[in-house]
């Protein structure tokens, strides 16, 4: 008889029921709770499993690249049809991944769905600040949402997984994809990445709205020599647990379904053949469960790194070393069954990775649901809420880095305003580097911002002096003109769009072109000048920050940047955002970070025999943490609960911060520590905390933040990690240099 219920007694079913309130709520509170029990997945994939052939199961490690239109391949259709292909990248639109979805379905043997996946970077229709600018925010939240629109938007078209977010580490602005991580920042890039991981799963990634999201690249693909795309990178055990993975173990224990293997070699070996980063740190110590997809033909690329012979071999070390799917090469279905018979690699191995792949699949409920509901995606683009978001996120994003005499904000009826720059009226470069399938024709430009913003008396005029790449300065004339005709002038000068991301690496970090040249020409006529950069990485504009009274940093805002910036311009909104990556004066001082060691002659002005340049300061021209606002604020009060705590101990420290200016505004109130004696040399600042308060004029809130093991260790030489005795520094304040101190001991 089936158990209903009805003849046990309430005393006698009360265990039963707790069991299944706590069973339930177990569920629930898993990253991500899914139709079907664990248990239930691991039988179905093991019933699989056994069905499946060689070929079936390789094709399984298989995913190949779209059309450059999205479409399919013809091809593979009959890959999909003979089993012969897990995933694609690229196809998207319901219409296409239905039908392609159908092939799986109804043709193939074992009915696997496939999974379809894109760069869902920072936004897919509706485009929200490249990702350097949004963690400009210092609000994850921020990051949650845009993200959890992303995935609304990108599974209405038939996605189901995201090659994102990108958490690596950037301490060096030359490498052009310093624009879509979270800066150089493990604790910041800790946060934005398990934001970001719950805004694209939530708590299910198989529900309507969600899709999967994937941790890469791992692991120190930021670390690239020189900043030069794709280089290698050389690092001690220490810098690459302590800076480059805490991100990826964020990511990780927020739930992320995969994480993409880099292109980089770490210390010799080729990060997509990596059995350290891959096996023991991320399978042993943190027990993913999830699988790892290859970056685009990195397996293969293992020949050129010099560890495989050719592509045999690449297969070979690839999948032992723990890359579960192949993305585009091919060589794991190529030439893994003549290594299953050479031995080289095992059935468990591949049956292991399969499962992997298999059980991502079921936690999506790709098997139940693998079709998208095509009547819905009109309607599920650029909604109104989501241009909202994307205004409210673009606004919290900037960074206003100068304001002399208040020039900032302008008055919406100040007469006449000459807009000048190249970047004034570009609704591409906005939507930065990934730009998933966001258009120019939604995206507001600076010009529209602003002619938008003012009143209708105001004069608005436009020159664009001269281009972001090219020598010609034949526009500088009517530029001029413009500008001396007018009341005040906004120069709009940075970056085009594909000058930043995925091979775009600059040995400069100076303005391109002749755009330097332009607003000198501008500031040259007297006028008012404020200068706005568009950029997706730190630019070291000398110049500029000595001799132009008012710069805000607007990033890459995404579809709404222009509002965003006439917001800003105009007061509507008050700068909050803080620079999530230190700014060099001069590329010659890269790596320049916050978080660097100590050295045995820190340097000191008068004292020649110590660590600085000699053409320069050794300061940045920005440090890590800094912005201003339109209003003041005051961090004082700077209050630890003990002078000393064990080590395992807790410390709550406090400060007070008051907006003591005449507007509302956002101060980042920002902890870092020290570890003064340590049996390694420890870093002079480290970021332990951090909150974005808004406060009326006059109020005044207290902030807390509580320290403990987790802020306090480091990895030692013995590759443990342990905090140890000794005395520490707690430094509060609005950047990483302007801060209170106070000191505590760890018994
Ligand atoms: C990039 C990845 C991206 C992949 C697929 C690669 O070139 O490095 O970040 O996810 O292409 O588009």
Redesign the pocket.
Same mark, same amino acid.
């Given at each position: 008889m089936p158990f209903v219920g009805k003849n046990i007694s309430m005393k006698s079913r009360l265990p039963t029921v707790l069991l299944v309130a706590v069973l339930s709520v177990l569920l629930l509170v898993t990253p991500t709770s899914h139709s079907q029990g664990p248990r239930d997945v691991e039988q179905r994939i093991n019933a699989l499993l056994a069905q499946m052939t060689l070929e079936e199961k390789l094709g399984q490690l298989q995913q190949l690249d779209g059309e450059g239109n999205g479409s399919f391949r013809p091809e593979h259709v009959e890959l999909v049809r003979k089993g012969l292909l897990g995933s694609t990248?690229?196809v998207r639109g319901a219409q296409r991944t239905n039908q392609l979805q159908r092939v799986a379905m109804n043709e193939s043997r074992l009915k696997i769905p496939v999974l379809f996946g894109f760069?869902t970077i920072h936004g897919y229709r509706t485009i929200f600040p490249i990702p350097l600018g949004e963690a400009s925010s210092w609000d994850p939240s921020l990051a949650e949402r845009s993200a959890a629109v992303a995935a609304q938007e990108a599974n209405n078209v038939g996605l189901r997984w995201t &090659?994102a977010p +990108?958490v690596d580490i950037a301490r060096d602005p030359r490498w052009g994809r310093i624009t =879509?991580g979270a800066g150089e920042d493990p604790f910041l890039g800790a946060a934005f990445a398990r934001a970001r991981v719950r805004g694209f799963q939530g708590n299910d990634y198989g529900a309507a709205d969600k899709i999967l999201a994937?941790a890469?690249?791992f692991a120190a693909y930021g670390a690239a020599e020189g900043g030069r795309d794709y280089n290698t990178t050389d690092l001690s055990e220490n810098t690459l647990r302590e800076i480059y993975l805490p991100p990826f173990k964020a990511a990780v224990e927020a739930g992320v379904g995969t994480l +993409?293997s880099s &292109?980089n070699a770490i210390n010799g070996v080729p990060a997509s053949a990596n059995a350290f980063t891959l096996t023991k740190v991320l399978r042993d110590e943190w027990k993913f469960d999830g699988f790892v997809v290859s970056?685009?033909t990195s397996v293969r690329e293992l020949i050129n790194h010099g560890i495989a012979a050719n592509e045999e071999e690449a297969a070979a070390a690839a999948l032992n070393a723990g890359v579960d799917m192949e +993305?585009v090469s091919r060589s794991y279905n190529q030439f893994g069954p003549q290594l299953l018979k050479q031995n080289k690699l095992s059935n468990a191995t591949i049956d292991e990775a399969v499962r992997r792949i298999l059980r991502i699949k079921f936690r999506l409920g790709l098997f139940d649901r693998p079709y998208t509901d095509e009547a819905r995606e009109p309607t599920s683009l650029l909604r109104p809420d989501s241009i909202r978001l994307a205004r409210e996120i673009a606004g919290r994003s900037m960074v206003l880095l100068k304001n002399d005499r208040e020039t900032l904000p302008l008055n919406k009826n100040v007469g006449s305003i000459a807009v000048i720059g190249p970047l004034a009226d570009d609704r591409r470069a906005p939507l930065g580097w990934w730009a998933g399938d966001g258009k120019e024709e939604n995206t507001i430009a600076p010009l529209a911002g602003i002619k938008a913003k003012v009143t209708p008396q105001t004069k608005v005029g436009y020159a664009k002096g001269c281009d972001v790449v090219g020598d010609s300065t034949a526009g500088f004339q009517e530029a001029v003109a413009l500008a001396k005709t007018s009341d005040v002038a906004i120069v709009f000068v940075g970056e085009i769009h594909d000058m930043v991301g =995925?091979a775009a690496s600059r040995a400069t970090l100076d303005l391109p072109g002749r755009q330097m040249e332009l607003v000198q020409a501008i500031h040259a006529t007297g006028k008012p000048t404020v200068v706005v950069l568009v950029n997706g990485r730190p630019l070291s504009v000398r110049w500029i920050v000595n001799n132009v009274p008012a710069i805000f940093e607007s990033w890459m805002g995404g579809t709404q940047s222009g509002h965003a910036i006439a917001d800003i311009l105009f007061g509507d909104v008050n700068p909050g955002g803080k620079l999530p990556v230190t700014v060099p004066r001069a590329v010659g001082q890269v790596p320049i970070y916050y978080n660097h060691m100590n050295t045995g002659r820190p340097p000191e002005a008068q004292n020649r025999y110590t660590s600085k340049y000699y053409d320069l300061p050794w300061t940045p021209l920005f440090p890590f943490g800094y912005g201003l606002s339109y209003t003041r604020f005051k961090i004082s009060n700077l209050q630890l609960s003990a002078p000393r705590i064990g080590a395992g101990g807790k410390l709550t420290v406090t400060v007070e911060v008051e907006n003591t200016g005449r507007r509302a505004g956002d101060e980042v109130v920002q902890l870092y520590i020290r570890d003064l004696v340590a049996t390694m040399t420890r870093p002079v600042k480290e970021l332990k905390g951090f909150q974005r308060v808004s406060l009326q004029p006059g109020e005044k809130r207290r902030v807390e933040f509580v320290l403990g093991s987790e802020h306090l260790g480091f990895w030692n030489r013995e590759m443990r990690y342990v905090v140890e005795p000794g005395e520490f520094s707690v430094m509060v304040g609005a950047n990483s240099v302007d801060v209170l101190e106070a000191k505590f001991n760890v018994n």
């Open positions: 990248l690229n760069d &090659f +990108m =879509e994937c890469k690249h +993409m &292109f970056d685009y +993305m =995925e």
